[in-house]
């Protein structure tokens, strides 16, 4: 058990500090070229890619007018049994735009398009069209090579605005360095991924990664170029340039993938795993999480509200009042190590200003000072700092209006132990196995890892003190800790969530989590002046999926005592889009953003789309729920003919009404009730020479009487239904796992000392033991999970 424990506790040292700064897995970005169907290629048709080899896969070309508008695709039926492949081995496929023309690099398309607006709309518009036709995950712009830096910002910018607006991914294939007019690619803050043309020698390459590492470009995002085309590229070369890619880029890219000169699979091997399954590019975890400001600019025309900074629409925006200190800041919804925040300003921007952090909104740490700032978009990487709340802080305004931010973006890893009472990220809890227990005496320890030596100590909430006639009373309470309950959710919907704190907690916070999700926000109790009274706060929740959940109450303060938490259901003629993420396939300007469809006013603020007939607005719920009516608040431009549409995935839409005789005013459209988290209206047909405009975009469900669930019932008298073994422990090639008291078809799953989910499967009632190659895994610690049981194992 000794060496069990020091082995952990190893495990715990080698996750934190630097490493959180490693690439865990690396993008491989390929290339393949509209023209190999049917052609001499060693790969010409998608059936014969090894997808398991790539995160990316870009189609190349489609070719613009200089009027910015695109024709067909080529080959538009091999991109499509590409798409269907590569999404199926969770690949995504991106449309490249562009590629060296006869006209390169003085006369392409882009070069006209950059001087016009309307071009620019058209581009944007029409690569949007050739997104949703084709199911892609992304643009890349492929600019060879662009001859001023005011006309690559006009095109980029406004492109990477379109796309990160619907979701979708901007890539772009850029100059090896300086040469070939590198510098030209002036802003790239807006890309995903910065695919490097570096087609040359092994000192080429070299110069190449210094080049755009000096440039700003996070590690992450610098993809080397490895070229395949030729047999001229030697595979010990690729070998090198792997090598390189893993110590200074985040991938590589290839051009291309139907020609394959070289040892491919010797890449792989040098390069180290990738990241197929996973998300390809950092996660942001300020996404349409919740805001709070200092203040909110008054008498605007426009919404301006807080929400805005962390919808993911790079055309809405917050804006404070007219004074230099101001403040804004995002609850991340757990605890997490920072490393980068990225900042989109408005032309009202901070030249002076901190980036801080807080596990409590109350004690704030500065991880970033900024001073003399003049440039509008932000990227500050290599940060260190640990917080659930991540704050931008100005200090001195540039203008005389206050401070407006379009999108706030935070980028950082899961929070690991010992981090002092952050919970761990594998669900449930996990067997103690006498851990330097304490004289605790417990079967079980919560995962607060409140304790630097190995030893897990129990939250107050397990030690159940009094039962009363209300719940039950657990005693005092310390800042970080939780108590855990398991709630059964009997119906889909939103719910108004109550709990009992006594009042001696009066202006003190915590928040409440279902399966991990932030659902309450920061609540602070109210002062209710008494001493030996309880204070009961109500807060409703998000729309829920319907099942059994783990709810944990987490308190961000010391000294609660907890009574009882109660859920009680609203009834369902709330309006489910209200406020939520939504996007579009264009929209006429920037006054006229897809967010203005569901921010509740049907008066003053509209979304309108291209002046084109094949447009939408689809709206995410935020989970799957049962929907079975759209209302729809026409602008004088409305749909004589369009379809209401849904879907779970945004891949896959299915038509719930069609409509051929639309008449604008309010129009409300009933269908049989479906499962689904995104809704669409698809724009058929105009009925002026406008585009679509929309006051207000609304979805309901199923009324559902409003009634009272079973109270919730502590995790502790919970009955375990399974016991699980494994020997040997530690192991080594296979492990085998002993199970007792399952009596149904259950899910086994493994998580590693990240909380990363590394293999599952599916158990028979009547299965009590089986075996697990582990010869591939990493060394390490790994939780096995079914039921309500947890055991450890550790892998040598």
């Not at 060693?42 to 896969?57: E, M």
């Not at 890892?449 to 039950?472: H, M, P, S």
């Amino acid at each position: 058990m000794q060496r069990i424990k020091q082995l952990f506790l190893a495990g715990l040292l080698m996750l934190s500090g630097a490493s959180y700064a490693q690439v865990s897995c690396y993008n491989v970005v390929g290339y393949y070229p509209s023209w190999v169907a049917g052609g001499n290629y060693y790969i010409n048709t998608p059936s014969k890619v090894d997808y398991s080899k790539y995160t990316h896969i870009c189609y190349a070309f489609a070719i613009p007018g200089t009027d910015g508008n695109i024709g067909s695709v080529d080959n538009g039926s091999v991109l499509t049994d590409l798409v269907n492949r590569a999404h199926a081995a969770n690949v995504k496929v991106l449309l490249s735009i562009g590629g060296w023309l006869s006209s390169s690099p003085n006369n392409t398309p882009f070069e006209t398009i950059a001087n016009s607006s309307t071009s620019i709309n058209n581009l944007a518009n029409a690569c949007a069209n050739l997104i949703t036709k084709y199911n892609l995950d992304g643009i890349d712009l492929d600019w060879e090579y662009p001859t001023t830096k005011t006309k690559w910002n006009n095109v980029a910018t406004a492109l990477g605005t379109k796309f990160h607006s619907m979701g979708k991914l901007f890539t772009a294939a850029v100059s090896e360095t300086a040469d070939n007019n590198g510098d030209h690619y002036d802003n790239v803050s807006m890309l995903d991924l910065v695919n490097i043309m570096c087609y040359g020698d092994d000192a080429l390459a070299s110069r190449s990664m210094s080049y755009w590492t000096s440039r700003g470009v996070a590690q992450s995002k610098r993809m080397l170029g490895v070229p395949f085309y030729s047999g001229d590229n030697n595979s010990a070369e690729h070998i090198r340039k792997a090598n390189l890619a893993k110590s200074t880029a985040g991938g590589i890219m290839i051009w291309d993938i139907a020609t394959e000169y070289g040892d491919i699979n010797a890449i792989y091997s040098t390069l180290g795993n990738v990241c197929n399954g996973s998300t390809p590019v950092p996660q942001n975890l300020a996404s349409g999480k919740q805001v709070t400001v200092s203040s909110t600019e008054v008498n605007s025309t426009q919404n301006v509200q807080a929400s805005n900074a962390t919808d993911g629409n790079y055309a809405t925006r917050w804006s404070s009042a007219f004074t230099d200190d101001q403040w804004l800041y995002v609850d991340l919804g757990a605890s997490y190590d920072i490393n980068r925040v990225k900042i989109t300003w408005e032309a009202a921007y901070g030249t002076a200003y901190d980036v801080e952090v807080s596990n409590n909104t109350s004690d704030w740490t500065k991880v970033k000072s900024v001073t003399g700032n003049t440039t509008l978009v932000n990227d500050l990487t290599g940060l260190t700092g640990n917080g659930r709340y991540v704050r931008i802080h100005g200090l001195s305004r540039a203008t005389t209006y206050g401070y407006s931010i379009f999108e706030l973006e935070v980028y950082g890893a899961a929070a690991q132990a010992p981090h002092g009472g952050t919970a761990w990220a594998i669900p449930g809890r996990i067997e103690a196995e006498n851990y330097d227990d304490g004289g605790e005496g417990v079967a079980y320890h919560d995962l607060t890892a409140t304790n630097t030596q190995g030893q897990y100590r129990t939250t107050e909430g397990v030690d159940i003190e009094t039962a009363t006639e209300n719940g039950y009373d657990v005693g005092a309470i310390q800042a970080g800790e939780w108590l855990e309950y398991t709630v059964n959710i009997a119906q889909a919907g939103t719910y108004t969530l109550q709990a009992r704190v006594a009042a001696t907690a009066a202006g003190k916070t915590f928040h409440m989590e279902l399966n991990g999700q932030n659902i309450s926000g920061t609540i602070t109790v109210p002062n209710t002046g008494g001493w030996q009274t309880w204070a009961t706060v109500s807060v409703t929740t998000p729309a829920l999926t319907a099942g059994q959940k783990v709810l944990r109450v987490v308190f961000d303060s010391n000294e609660f005592n907890f009574n009882w938490i109660n859920f009680a259901q609203q009834a369902a003629s709330n309006n489910l889009a209200l406020n939520k993420r939504v996007w579009a396939s264009s929209i006429e300007t920037a006054d006229f953003p897809a967010a203005y469809a569901v921010d509740g006013n049907a008066t003053a603020t509209r979304w309108s789309s291209g002046y084109t007939d094949n447009e939408w607005l689809a709206v995410d719920l935020g989970t799957a729920q049962s929907v079975s009516k759209v209302v729809l608040k026409w602008e004088t431009a409305f749909a004589t003919s369009y379809a209401i549409e849904t879907s779970n995935d945004t891949i896959n839409w299915t038509v719930q009404k069609t409509v051929t005789t639309g008449a604008g005013g309010t129009e409300e459209q009933t269908f049989a009730a479906v499962n689904a988290r995104y809704v669409r209206v698809h724009g058929l047909k105009r009925s002026t020479t406008y585009g679509f405009s929309i006051w207000e975009f609304e979805v309901y469900g199923d009324a559902l009487a409003a009634g009272r669930l079973a109270m919730a019932t502590p995790v502790k008298s919970v009955e375990n239904t399974f016991s699980v073994n494994v020997s040997p422990n530690p192991a080594t090639n296979t492990m085998n796992v002993q199970l007792k008291g399952a009596t149904q078809a259950s899910l086994l799953k493994v998580y590693n000392i990240s909380g990363k989910e590394v293999y599952q499967t599916r158990v028979n009632g009547n299965v009590n033991q089986l075996q697990v190659d582990i010869s591939n895994w990493p060394k390490g610690i790994y939780i096995i999970s079914i039921g309500n049981s947890r055991k450890k194992v550790v892998v040598e």
